[in-house]
């Protein structure tokens, strides 16, 4: 059984590109978490980390999208032979 995946990579992109649409800087939406320093933001936008589900519901509100436009979910490559 072939499952479903979160591409990061992809996911990030959809981020920065979503906050840019959104007129958002990195540090507005550090201010909105309360994160002190903005690095988890960048680790979303670069795909080397996720925000969790509750951070994922409060950044989907707030770039006035839905987490499903947010997240990239790829299918594994089906290898031949």
């Known amino acids: ?6 591409n990061t990579t992809a996911t990030g992109q959809n981020i920065n590109r979503m906050r840019i649409e ?5 540090r507005d ?6 994160f002190a320093t903005p690095q988890a933001i960048y ?10 589900i509750d951070n994922l519901i409060i950044l ?10 947010i997240v990239a979910v790829d299918l594994p490559v089906r290898k031949c032979g």
């Open 22 to 26: 959104a007129g958002l800087s990195v």
């Open 29 to 34: 939406i550090q201010s909105v978490f309360g």
């Open 60 to 69: 989907a509100a707030i770039l006035g999208v839905t987490m499903d436009e």
């Open 1 to 6: 059984m072939e499952l479903p995946f979160i």
């Open 43 to 52: 680790k979303w936008i670069h795909g080397t980390a996720m925000p969790t």
